[in-house]
């Protein structure tokens, strides 16, 4: 069955990719969230290693869910597309993700950290129909994990390090 907006209108993906449909005002343009990106990268301003992650964190946990999809759980039949392109998922991947001062500093860290983000919120709204939006939960709780995921990227860089000089 195609996703209708609540006039019964059929919405499709390219809908939700240039915004037009209702939402929050900034979150429903993936298109102008991806020009925004552009710009935040080519500044370097934002990490392309935690926006690139947490759409590919998203859309393995998007795979994930529809797979295993079920009518408990209705968000889990959206596809991929649908999964990134609603809601406010593309709009804090890309501005509030990279946060400079509360995301890992390590580059594997901001892998890691970005993965676990998109996949956390995939998660969250797949899986909890009574909280239909995952990703600022997603960003807290992964901010927390932050300074952890560092030290461990730090404490294995140095094991590897001190390997070779035993040897």
């Not at 429903?28 to 926006?51: H, K, M």
């Not at 690139?52 to 959206?78: D, E, H, K, Q």
């Not at 993965?115 to 939006?133: H, K, T």
């Not at 709780?141 to 140095?158: C, G, T």
Request: charged share 10%; proline share 5%; hydrophobic share 55%.
């Amino acid at each position: 069955s195609a996703m209708t907006d609540i006039a019964g209108d059929p919405v499709s993906l390219w809908h939700m990719f240039l915004g037009l449909i209702p939402g929050s005002f900034g979150e429903t343009s993936t298109l102008c969230i991806l020009i925004g990106a552009l710009i935040l990268l080519f500044t370097g301003i934002a990490s392309w290693r935690i926006v690139l992650s947490v759409f590919a964190g998203g859309a393995v946990m998007a795979l994930i869910a529809n797979w295993c999809a079920t009518p408990t759980y209705p968000a889990s039949f959206l596809t991929v597309g649908e999964q990134l392109c609603l809601g406010g998922f593309a709009f804090a991947a890309v501005f509030m993700a990279p946060d400079p001062v509360t995301s890992c500093r390590t580059n594997t860290g901001k892998y890691i950290y970005g993965f676990l983000v998109g996949a956390m919120a995939i998660i969250i709204r797949a899986l909890n129909p009574g909280y239909p939006e995952g990703m600022m939960l997603a960003i807290l709780l992964m901010n927390v994990f932050a300074p952890l995921i560092d030290y461990y990227v730090v404490e294995a860089n140095i094991n590897r390090r001190l390997k070779r000089v035993i040897k």
